[in-house]
């Protein structure tokens, strides 16, 4: 699957909830997911669990540029979260796991996330799924009409993934502690 996304640091969660609502956004219930994101050598590999929607093996190839960007992604249902990321921490080894509340909202083919990150602070991030590569520059488009219709400041753009973020933030903590 092909998403075009972008994610910006959010001070104020509840305005960007009502905007997503002024605007017509199909709200869903939120959520809260841990992700573990696994070393690889190529791309990304996470095991999201959330108590709603259930487990999803994620493997997405991305660039940590801000401002809107591809994003290749694979998805896979997972029955047995637990045993899984049993296997493949043993196979693997664990990078770092992020924990979040994620409130998701529907715009046309676009998806608001809300994100309030253990950690991390409060992220917004859109994603916008094409069908066809020649979507591409209109689903970008998209991304970025719905980024100016809730006054995302492109200042606040955030290249890095969550689990790099969250991976700065342990580095930090570690030579802390260590002087």
Known sequence: MLNIELKARCEDLGKLRELCESLGAEGQEPERQVDTYFNVNHGRLKLREGLESGAELIYYIRGDVAGVQESHCEIYRVEDAEGLKAMLAKALGVSIVVAKRRETFVLDNIRIHLDKTQGLGSFVELHGTIDEPGELPIVADE????????????HSLVGESYATLAAAVEAERARHYAN
Not at 145 to 154: F, R, S, T
């Open 143 to 154: 991304v970025q009409g719905v980024q100016q219709a809730l006054g995302i400041d492109p």
